[in-house]
């Protein structure tokens, strides 16, 4: 047995909150819509060379949301399963939030109707929109209720339906994002399972990733996404590792404590660029959901935490690094307990 497992099993401890309750993850659910595209297929539409799209992007496959799938309903059923998996009443929630950034109809939020859907109607319930951070600025928020005594549990939804702002002519898009929900049930403990946040802005990229009429749908009113993928993959290689760094010091652990990094799945050539900069131990598992999911923005932290926990390549009780990055510039990460 490695140094590293050994350390492992000795089942490390987060730094506990300086005020307040701490507080758990307690079940992760996931929903992926039942439609595969493959990448093979995906070229083909858009006239790339065979093989363009996954050397590109690491990206073999995509999930699709149809007419039945809804941001409400991916939403609910990721949640109904973290719920289930935690052991927890919708009745029991004291608030619902909601990240996504594909809620095109903008006002209501839907994280009411999110919590109606559920059998939560009486919870607090609101959206957050940071893009791919926000599960994690989620999870940080529902850290915030639980120590202040407002809340006992918390779900923290993500859900995306990138294909109501993806222009299926742009290749720039169409190759990176798909669809899909994934959910966490926060929970006061007696130990803490969720480390400080370590998180932030940067208003001068927000022009990197905007919504413009999209001229290849015919209908000036319908926006789409227009990216500048480069500068955007510039701007977090440069920048994100100091972060990841900053968010195992404040839960005073290293890497010899940690099972697995889980950075949000943008591109794999991002993932491979972090895993060096960070000198990442070989005992730690790193999350490629994307190979099979693509960027599910939001959503993509907790389908991967999914995949791991699914896969059984991690276990229950490891500790996970997770670094969430997005458009706006948004960034948050945390060390998290895995349920």
């Not at 590109?56 to 309903?73: C, E, F, P």
């Not at 608030?95 to 006002?107: E, F, H, K, P, S």
């Not at 404590?257 to 598992?285: W, Y």
């Not at 932290?301 to 997005?326: C, E, M, N, Q, T």
Request: hydrophobic share 45%; charged share 20%; proline share 6%.
């Amino acid at each position: 047995m490695s140094t590293g497992e050994n350390q492992r099993t000795a089942s490390p401890v987060i730094r506990r909150p300086a005020d307040g309750r701490p507080c758990a993850i307690s079940g992760i659910g996931a929903y992926r819509p039942g439609k595969v595209v493959g990448s093979g297929e995906l070229g083909d539409r858009l006239g790339l060379a065979p093989g363009w799209i996954e050397q590109r992007t690491g990206i073999a496959s995509r999930h699709v949301a149809d007419a039945g799938d809804s941001l409400v309903g991916m939403g609910a059923t990721a949640a109904r399963r973290a719920l289930a998996a935690a052991g927890v009443d919708a009745s029991d929630l004291d608030c619902v939030v909601l990240a996504t950034m594909t809620n095109v109809r903008q006002i209501p939020a839907l994280a009411p109707a999110l919590a109606r859907e559920l059998g939560a109607g009486g919870a607090g319930a609101y959206d957050v929109n940071a893009a791919c951070a926000g599960f994690s600025m989620g999870l940080a928020s529902a850290m915030g209720h639980i120590a202040s005594g407002s809340a006992t549990h918390v779900v923290v939804v993500a859900a995306e339906r990138m294909v109501d702002v993806i222009d299926p002519g742009d290749r720039d898009t169409a190759v990176i994002f798909a669809d899909g929900a994934g959910a966490a049930v926060v929970s006061a403990a007696d130990e803490p399972g969720l480390g400080p946040v370590a998180w932030g802005s940067d208003g001068t990229g927000e022009e990197l990733f905007v919504l413009a009429p999209a001229p290849s749908s015919g209908e000036p009113a319908h926006r789409c996404v227009r990216m500048d993928g480069p500068e955007l993959a510039r701007w977090f290689g440069a920048n994100m590792a100091p972060i990841a760094r900053r968010a195992l010091s404040l839960a005073d652990l290293t890497w010899d404590e940690i099972s697995a990094f889980v950075p949000h799945q943008a591109n794999d050539r991002l993932t491979k660029r972090f895993v060096g900069e960070l000198d990442v131990p070989g005992h730690v598992t790193v999350a490629r959901s994307i190979r099979t999911d693509a960027n599910t923005s939001a959503a993509s932290i907790p389908l991967a935490v999914d995949d791991l926990l699914s896969s059984g390549r991690v276990r229950s009780g490891d500790l996970a690094l997770f670094l969430g990055f997005g458009v706006g510039i948004t960034w948050a990460a945390q060390v998290v307990r895995l349920p």
